[in-house]
């Protein structure tokens, strides 16, 4: 009896595989071999960004592709229906065989599936990165320097920034442009904050990045350029104006 539930139960996750199989649609359509650089900036919500170069074709793949859905092995419902139907027929018969064994096998079968679940438990609970197949792709992790304004002798500099700000201006000195900032809406819509970003851009326009390497890794410098002086010239500019403008009503 045991050696017929191992065989029904092994039947019925075969059986089961089958009917569920399936495969992602493919990544159409295809960009056209003249189009722009694909890069993606990816907001976290703490603040920081991710800054993505890479071509049309790598970002639909990754991040652009809406219509991507499953292809399923089996296309009929009838044909589904059926194997559903036999996986239960499938669980039942291993179920009774199993219950009509002896009670050394239930214990061996008991711990079997246990252990297995177990393994699934560690699998799910693995990082999402680990789930995924990136052997197709290659990948570079480019280290930034500079970007940081000029600290004074009681702050200590990191590379880091240490503001929203400082993080926006360098994500614009990396991509060369603020039209991401203001399409995404991720600064405050202000007459400063426009000015503060037409600022941002010229500088990082007027002294673009300067790739070296550093050993096998790549290194991007980036301008120094104090955008939280900048921002505070701007906020008081505008201020002073609105101010102005009152007094003079």
């Known amino acids: 009896m045991a050696l017929l539930a191992t065989i029904s139960l092994s039947l019925l996750s075969t059986n089961t595989g089958i009917a569920n199989k399936w495969q992602p649609s493919p990544n159409d359509p295809k960009p056209d071999k003249h189009s722009p650089a694909g ?18 074709m790598t970002a639909r793949y990754l991040y652009f592709n809406p219509s991507e859905h499953c292809i399923y092995f089996v296309r009929s419902t009838a044909v589904y229906r059926g194997l559903s139907l036999i996986s239960t027929l499938l669980l039942m018969a291993g179920v009774i065989s199993l219950a009509n064994s002896t009670i050394y096998l239930q214990t061996a079968f008991a711990g079997s599936y246990m252990a297995i679940n177990i393994c699934y438990w560690i699998a799910g609970a693995l990082p999402p990165a680990k789930h995924w197949d990136l052997s197709r792709l290659k990948l570079t992790h480019i280290e930034l320097k500079g970007g940081i304004p000029p600290r004074t002798a009681t702050e200590k500099i990191k590379d880091q920034p240490q503001t929203y700000t400082e993080a926006l201006w360098k994500t614009i000195a990396v991509t060369g442009t ?8 991720w600064a405050p819509e202000t007459e400063a904050w426009a000015e503060w970003m037409r600022e941002a851009e010229d500088a990082a326009q007027a002294e673009p990045m300067q790739p070296s390497w550093r050993g096998s890794r790549e290194v991007w410098k980036i301008r120094n350029w104090d955008s939280r002086q900048m921002l505070s010239t701007v906020l008081k500019a505008k201020t002073e104006t609105f101010k102005n403008g009152r007094m003079g009503v």
């Open 178 to 185: 603020k039209e991401w900032l203001v399409t995404a809406g």
């Open 39 to 56: 890069d993606v900036v990816i907001k976290y919500p703490q603040g920081s960004f991710i800054v993505v170069k890479c071509s049309e």
